[in-house]
């Protein structure tokens, strides 16, 4: 089972193995000489520590950025054994119980065993940076990181969820509710898990709401620079704390939320930051120009890296086996190679800038959700100053985000999936059957109307979407040995305070992310700081397609027909695989990554 996530880290491998007694209670089958109170460290603890906390045993994954403070806030008169964070956790949930988690900074997946209550509490952190998954059956309870992990014990069977399948392809949900093997559940951020082993019973409780600002106030400037203050003040803190000891390194796209993050680095730590791009020969999909430029202002190392559709073949049941559920896009493939760059330069840690875009607004649909917004809540004036930043176009652009983004979900199950059969010809080549078995699951996924764009900003944050991109950016980097930093996304203060913000301060005369634009103005080069041509980790991902067809053939020859019309699929192969344009086709690759991740895990 360890073997099949050593990648993530063996250095620090320790074990503690527990023996039941009559009465189902277990007590660690160690002497007292050679216990370990805290695992998965390279250092021993001293032996009245180990009786301090003799019912007591922590399993810690992650990084709590703040455990420092902890100390001196809640825990000043105790004498601490050792410098470490896991024995601030364990005397901060002895205190506590698990209100301890509320007061935690960072991204951790932790497991405790208290002898005393015969009770394992586990705990993720709010937004789902570090994994968990879990399987639980009559009584036996089982964890990992992975879920490939799961999958190597003897009583978990390797089982696809047709639910998650579905889900998938036909409500844009990657483990939205359910994961793809069946039988392997998943803690969702911000819970914790109590699992009694006097009773079997397992219960799962929220520790974390995030909230937001609905109203719209007219924009004032005072106000405005306020907020940016604040914004500067607790990213560059945020970041602060997270640097390394040893060479930072960080994902360096060319983009407002990688450079940021590069810019404050090298302002903090002047010397020996290295920043790795994806990068492509084809100037319609490459930016490192950007990157570059940023690398070069603030004489950090640039390295970039150029993924290919070659390699991209012959690794394709690597990267399928490296994150455990069928992937959407090449780009997550650019991103394994810049992981891949950034370890064989001897990086460690990796800065990602993952979260910005629904923290402040920054993709294109969020401009007319905006405009909807001010309608509603401050009139048509304010609506119409907001539209005319966009250009022609404007009143179509709106008329269809709303289509898909406000009055679709809210709709009964059968009308939307009637639209989808009409408007996404792909899904014409699933098994009627199959479709009829799972149609009742659009009421699941059903939204109430909201004439706000921070709730819509909030879902994106906290919804399966991104919990699939932290996803990536984890098993990408720990395939590689590197342990990812994101501070959009692991800094509570942060996120509580820019949903606060009202949504017409983060969007402003057209403009997406105004507000960490402006907090990060001075520091940043008037390239990256005025450009609005943000390709979002394009890769060449539709012309790869095309180019691929006779090396994806015969994974979809091997599928089993009960999702797929595979006759049809096999015969309208070619027409099917060739894509209009040269851009991302999300929904086309979603094929080929579902018929390797089938192949690859045997399902």
Known sequence: MLDKIRHRGADGQHFITFQADAQRALRPALDQTSAQMIWGQNWSVAPDAVYQYAHLHLLLDGAIYNHLELRQRWLGQHSFQTPDQTETLLLLYETLGPQAFNYLEGNWALVLFDEQTQQLIVCRDRVGISPFYYFYESGTFAFASEQKALLALPFVEAKMSRTAVFDFFFLQQIEGQTGFFEGIEELRPGHYL??????????????????????????????????????????????????????????????????VLVTEIARQRPAALQTFTAAFRDPRFDESQYAQRVAAAVGAQWTPTYPKRESLEKELETLAYCHDIPLTSAGTYAQFCAMRAAADQGAKTI?????????????????????????????????????????????????????????????????????????????????????????????????????QLNAWLQQEYTGSGMRFLLKCVDRSAAWHGLRPVMPYVDNSALMQTVFQVPANFKLWNG?????????????????????RDKKALATPNNLWIEAMRPHIKPYFEALPGDVFQKEKLLRDFTQFFTTAGPFENYRVFKFIGFAVWRKVFQV
Do not use: C
């Open 194 to 259: 109590t699992f009694d082993l006097q009773t079997d019973g397992l219960e799962t409780k929220p520790y974390f709401q995030l909230t937001n600002q609905g109203d719209l106030p007219p924009f004032d400037q005072g106000q405005f620079d306020l907020y940016t203050e604040k914004v500067r003040s607790l990213l560059q803190e945020s970041i602060r704390v997270r640097i390394p000891r040893d060479k930072p390194s960080a994902l360096l796209s060319g983009g407002l939320d990688s450079s």
């Open 511 to 531: 403009e997406g992310k105004h507000l960490l634009r402006e907090a990060f103005r001075s520091q940043l080069p008037p390239a990256v700081l005025e450009r």
């Open 351 to 451: 800065f990602d800038g993952q979260g910005a875009d629904a923290l402040f607004g920054g993709h294109l649909p969020h401009q007319a959700l905006l405009w909807w917004s001010l309608w509603r809540q401050q009139g048509w004036r304010a609506m119409r100053r907001e539209m005319q930043y966009f250009g022609p176009g404007a009143w179509q652009f709106l008329l269809r985000i709303l289509m898909k983004n406000a009055w679709l979900p809210q709709q009964s199950g059968w009308l939307r999936h009637r639209f989808n059969q009409y408007y996404f010809s792909e899904l014409a080549y699933f098994q009627p059957d199959f479709v009829a078995e799972h149609r009742e699951r659009y009421a699941l996924y059903q939204q109430s109307s909201t004439s």
